[in-house]
């Protein structure tokens, strides 16, 4: 099958979609913030939801990822209580299912939701509530599980390390740092993830978005992450050729001999400079060399999306059809977290054969 230029929304939007990287903290609807904000006395910028829509997504265009963190000190502001956390983790199920989302491992770090003195199990309590009520609403079509994420510029990745692994039987599956990177260097955790690597448990790391090769060395081969965050700035091991040819150095070789996920956020990292447009986004060329590539919303708040529309713009700007969405489905769900027999259940029931029915005997 030819590629066609510009899937229908509609396709994309029925089409199971599986989503990686996903900030809870980052995906809030715009009415929920200003409700929330009235209750708990939080003042906004904007106070009516479209004007705060347009607020965040402007303010988040900034490319810079230091100051398109600023914008979560007005997210996470209104997500101090255990109603508020379990009304937004509803929510973003809610949201997700309803874009097609059949698998979503969603973020948030615990850490930044205990200022109304709520402690970290608490948080992630309220959360898995929330989780659990959007689940039973969208009567089961939808699975979520959490990532916890530590703070690079705070000090409490073991700590919340340590809350990962005593969640893991109750719907978390993998832990994650996040925030600046330039000057915070996966190493600095390195006793985390040591003692993750021994409870023979998962984690990401945000790497190569807003600094370079070193990040990501020291992300795989130091720390040994599963995956990696984005990950997109790997294309500066890569030299392309004029004729077209790409030569991979030792690390990126390394990456796509071990298939280490990337998950890859397309607008955000427009946002954040990490790449200078979507024409020019290193997934194209990723995905070419056959790295193990996904598709992913980080924020869809900030960056005004949803995982439809990241897929919807990767069709008008490359010709992606329903075959590459396929591909970079199942590569999504073959990195996923959570066992190899659900995962290869998924892969079977549920995503080949929405494909095979729409791309038979092609
Ligand atoms: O793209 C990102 N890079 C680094 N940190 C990020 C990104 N998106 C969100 N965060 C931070 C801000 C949130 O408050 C935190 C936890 O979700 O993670
Ligand atoms: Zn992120």
Known sequence: MEPTRGLPDDIVRAAPKVLLHDHLDGGLRPATIVQLAAESGHALPESDPEALATWFAQAADSGSLERYLETFAHTVGVMQSASALTRVARECVEDLAADGVVYAEIRYAPELHVDGGLELEEVVAAI???????????????????????????????????????????????????????????????????????????????????????????????CGADRLGHGVRIVDDIKVGEDGSAELGRLASYVRDKRIPLEMCPSSNVQTGAAPSLGEHPIKLLASLRFRVTVNTDNRLMSRTSLSQEFGLLSETFGYGLREMEWLTVNAMKSAFIPYDERYRMITETIKPWYAERMDGS
Do not use: C, K
């Open 128 to 222: 898995q509530q929330g989780f659990e009520e959007g689940m039973a609403a969208a009567g089961e079509r939808i699975v979520v599980r959490h990532l916890l994420t530590a703070m690079r510029q705070a000090a409490r990745a073991r700590e919340i390390a340590d809350l990962a692994i005593e969640w893991r039987d109750r719907g978390v599956v993998g832990f994650d740092i996040a925030g600046p990177e330039a000057g915070y260097p996966p190493t600095r955790f390195i006793d985390a993830f040591e003692f993750l690597q021994r409870e023979n448990y998962h984690f990401t790391i945000h790497a190569g978005e807003g600094f370079g090769l070193p990040s990501i060395w020291e992300a795989v081969q130091w």
